[in-house]
């Protein structure tokens, strides 16, 4: 998908705009704006795409690297929003909603690409390299990346939504539709994996 797809994007640099953790969890919502929305008024659902769009970003790019890929995942959110502004309600929590919809369609795309990845390892190896843009790192941050991207997506989110997002264990409960003890348990599992595959050991 092309960034040119959303006339609302039009212009954008694609880059993720940095956020501070405080700032989505808080952030002012025009409730008549979300009214207006509602009703279809495309000058307000651009404006709210403008708000909330470093926010979907950040999000995103937590979890890919590669920017084309960030920038299709993030419209696939803004069309998922601007096709279900009738299921806002003006009085609810408008940005952890959004950042519900980010996610998931985050988790979506991951357990997409493992499918195919182990597909490619199957049937060709060799087509399953992604490429990447990400300058050149040091071994032990590679090995760090290489073991998150191991993981499996169910233990992957949570554990990134907690120890780089800094999501409490109530927020990652509520964005991700768990119990606090199921994701009590994957980050447990999530750690013990990485730890393992730190120490050598494959996932």
Excluded: H
Excluded at 172 to 197: D, E, H, Y
Aim: hydrophobic share 40%; aromatic share 8%; net charge positive.
């Amino acid at each position: 998908m092309a960034s040119d797809d959303l006339p609302f994007m039009a212009g954008d640099s694609g880059s993720v705009t940095p956020l501070k953790r405080a700032a989505y969890s808080t952030m002012d919502v025009d409730r008549d704006l979300i009214l207006l929305a509602r009703a279809g008024d495309s000058s307000a659902q651009a404006a709210i795409v403008k708000q909330f769009s470093p926010m979907v970003f950040r999000l995103i790019s937590r979890f890919f690297r590669v920017r084309e890929d960030v920038e299709d995942i993030a419209q696939d959110v803004f069309i998922k929003l601007l096709t279900r502004f009738d299921q806002v309600r003006p009085d609810d929590n408008f940005p952890g909603w959004l950042a519900r919809i980010t996610i998931n369609t985050c988790y979506d795309e991951l357990r997409r690409m493992q499918r195919r990845r182990t597909a490619m390892e199957i049937f060709g190896p060799e087509l399953g390299k992604e490429r990447s843009v990400a300058p050149p790192e040091a071994d032990s941050f590679d090995r760090l990346r290489e073991g998150l991207q191991a993981l499996d997506p169910k233990l992957r989110i949570p554990l990134v939504l907690k120890e780089v997002e800094e999501m409490s264990i109530e927020e990652i409960s509520r964005n991700m539709g768990l119990t606090q003890t199921n994701v009590k348990v994957r980050l447990f599992r999530a750690r013990n994996k990485l730890a393992k595959f730190l120490g050598g050991n494959k996932i």
